[in-house]
C-alpha cells in the first residue's frame, strides 16, 4: 500500500515537473517569436540603383524610403539611418525592393580608382623611373607639375624644346599602390613600399605613376611620351610640389638656344 503511495506521489512530482517545464518551453518561445516579430526600421530601394551612386544621391533623390519590418526578415547589416553611409558610394548594384546593407558601400578610395577621379578630368599613367618620379618618393594624393622634352622636326639637328606640360596634376596612384591601404606586400614591394616612410624602400623602382588630367593634357602627355626628344632619352619628367600650392606660374618652355637665357 505504502509503495503505491508513494508511487503516485513520484508521478505526481513528475507530471508537475513536465507542466512547468512545457510551460516555461511555451513562454520563452512566445517571448521569442513576438521579438522576432517586432518591427524595425530600415532603408529600402524604391527602385533599381546603379553601382556608384553615393549615399547623397540616395536620399537627395529619394531612391530609397524608410519601411518597418519584422525583426525575423531584417537582414544582416541593414542600415536604418544616412549617417551610417555617410561619405561612401554603392559598391554593388541595388534591386528594387532590397533592403540597403552596410557591406554594399565602401568609401571611394576603396570602391575603385574611378571613385577618385574628378569630374571632366581622366586617370592617365604615365612611365616613370626611380629619378624622374621624385626618388620614387611620390604618394597618392600629392600635387605635381608635369615637364616634357620633345623634339620638333626630324634629323639630328631638330629644335628640342622642353615645357611645363601640366602646371598643376593630383597623383592618384603610384604604381599600384591608390592610398587605399589594400596594397598588397608584393605590390608594396613593387612600388617602392609607398604606404609609409618607414616602410618604402629606397632601392624600389616605381614604373608608373597615374595622375588626374584634363583630356587636353593628357594629349600633350601622350605625345610627348611616344615622341620623347628623339634620343629615347628621359622625355617626361614630374616635379613634386609644396603641399599648399595653389597656382602654378606659368612658362614659356625653354629650347637649346635660351636654355641658359635669364
Do not use: C, H
Not at 522576432?36 to 547623397?56: F, H, K, N, W, Y
Not at 634629323?155 to 589594400?182: F, H, Q, Y
Not at 594629349?219 to 610627348?224: D, G, L, M, T
Amino acid at each position: 500500500m505504502r509503495s503505491r503511495i508513494a508511487i503516485i506521489i513520484v508521478a505526481l512530482v513528475l507530471g508537475g515537473l513536465a507542466a512547468v517545464m512545457a510551460a516555461t518551453y511555451l513562454n520563452s518561445a512566445r517571448v521569442r517569436l513576438d521579438a522576432q516579430s517586432q518591427p524595425v526600421e530600415v532603408l529600402v530601394a524604391q527602385e533599381d540603383i546603379p553601382r556608384g551612386t553615393t549615399a547623397e544621391d540616395l536620399f537627395t533623390k529619394k531612391l530609397v524610403t524608410s519601411q518597418k519590418i519584422p525583426r525575423q526578415f531584417v537582414a544582416a547589416g541593414a542600415i536604418s539611418s544616412q549617417r551610417a553611409i555617410e561619405g561612401q558610394v554603392l559598391s554593388v548594384p541595388l534591386s528594387s525592393g532590397e533592403q540597403l546593407t552596410s557591406s554594399r558601400f565602401q568609401y571611394p578610395s576603396q570602391a575603385g580608382l574611378a571613385y577618385t577621379v574628378p569630374e571632366n578630368f581622366v586617370a592617365l599613367s604615365i612611365p616613370v623611373d626611380k629619378v624622374t618620379s621624385v626618388s620614387g618618393l611620390l604618394r597618392p594624393g600629392d600635387q605635381v607639375t608635369v615637364i616634357g622634352t620633345v623634339a620638333y622636326g626630324s634629323g639630328n639637328e631638330a629644335p628640342i624644346w622642353t615645357k611645363v606640360l601640366v602646371p598643376k596634376a593630383r597623383v592618384l596612384a603610384v604604381g599600384t599602390d591608390s592610398g587605399t591601404g589594400t596594397q598588397t606586400q608584393a605590390d608594396s614591394q613593387q612600388s617602392g613600399g609607398l604606404m609609409g616612410a618607414a616602410s618604402r624602400s629606397q632601392d624600389s623602382a616605381v614604373n608608373a605613376v597615374t595622375l588626374a588630367v584634363s583630356i587636353s593634357d593628357a594629349e600633350k602627355i601622350v605625345y610627348v611620351a611616344n615622341e620623347g626628344d628623339g634620343k629615347g632619352d628621359r622625355s617626361l619628367w614630374l616635379g613634386l610640389l609644396p603641399i599648399k600650392t595653389t597656382t602654378v606660374p606659368a612658362t614659356k618652355g625653354r629650347t637649346q638656344t635660351n636654355i641658359l637665357a635669364r
